[in-house]
């Protein structure tokens, strides 16, 4: 099995940055990849930014230059670097890991952006 436990989420002002990590646990194969995804209320989770265990890595068009996607494989852990944040990018925030066919999700964290 696999876990994932998202933290870094929270109260942030228009401008601000934030930072979201992401561990992994349990069977963890070296071939996978880890994605942040975003569900504002009302609305359908998308994609934000994703990332291979080669490190290639892919953003949504709405946080090109703004967000930076990594990932330290020796702690299994994932992370998103978020600056000039904005109102539109309040939501909670999810984890998510592609191996072998299948997909685990972590429980999400909220990130609010608000003055």
């Known amino acids: 099995q696999v876990q994932l436990v998202e933290s870094g989420g929270g109260l942030v002002q228009p401008g601000g940055s934030r930072r979201l990590s992401c561990a992994a646990s349990?069977?963890?194969?070296?071939?996978?990849?880890m994605g942040w995804y975003r569900q504002a209320l009302g609305n359908q989770r998308d994609l934000v930014a994703a990332?291979?265990?080669?490190?290639?890595?892919n953003y949504a068009d709405s946080v090109k230059g703004r967000f930076t996607i990594s990932r330290d494989g020796a702690k299994n852990t994932m992370y998103l670097q978020m600056n000039s944040l904005k109102p539109d990018d309040t939501a909670v925030y999810y984890c998510?890991?592609?191996?072998?066919?299948?997909?685990?999700w972590g429980q999400g964290t909220q990130v609010t952006v608000s003055s």
């Open positions: 990332i291979t265990s080669g490190g290639s890595t």
């Open positions: 349990g069977s963890i194969f070296r071939i996978n990849v």
């Open positions: 998510k890991l592609l191996q072998r066919g299948a997909d685990y």
